[in-house]
């Protein structure tokens, strides 16, 4: 797997930081103190009086950082599932081809001790190879029809 980046890194982090009850606390601890120096009588002072323009402009900045750090750790973890998914796919389809083997193997042992084998029709179904060509298209074929039929019944319903 490559290795994290330092943006990537610091994406982490940061996304992993918000999502934690610390954030919370944090910002409920930040926009009470401000206010509260913003409306106290007992400050003289108010940088920021209400309707808290200044504290708006910093929330809304703060948001947009935020949700870029976020979509950055969630591509990272995306790439990662999509390369974990592809493994899958490998070794499903070793295994498969590892129990046609042995389904056909079992078969001659059957037919070379006289069991009667050739009406099975699930065992022949089983013991033909499994073509992933085949069955992508099968799968994108299927995907499309759901689509297609989807689309049609949104723009008729």
Do not use: Y
């Amino acid at each position: 797997m490559a290795s994290i980046t330092p943006g990537e890194r610091v994406a982490k982090f940061i996304a992993a930081f918000c999502g934690s009850v610390n954030f919370v606390w944090l910002h409920v601890a930040w926009f009470g103190a401000w206010i509260i120096l913003n409306l106290s009588s007992l400050f003289p002072f108010h940088p920021d009086p209400f309707p808290f323009t200044f504290l708006t402009l910093v929330v809304s900045l703060e948001a947009i950082f935020l949700s870029a750090f976020i979509l950055i750790s969630q591509n990272r973890e995306t790439r990662i599932a999509e390369r974990r998914s592809r493994l899958d796919l490998q070794i499903n389809l070793l295994t498969e081809q590892e129990n046609t083997t042995m389904l056909k193997m079992l078969v001659r042992i059957a037919e070379k001790i006289g069991a009667d084998v050739d009406s099975d029709q699930v065992l022949s179904v089983l013991a033909a190879s499994t073509r992933p060509g085949k069955l992508i298209d099968q799968i994108d074929n299927e995907s499309n029809e759901a689509t297609g039929s989807h689309l049609k019944n949104a723009s008729t319903g």
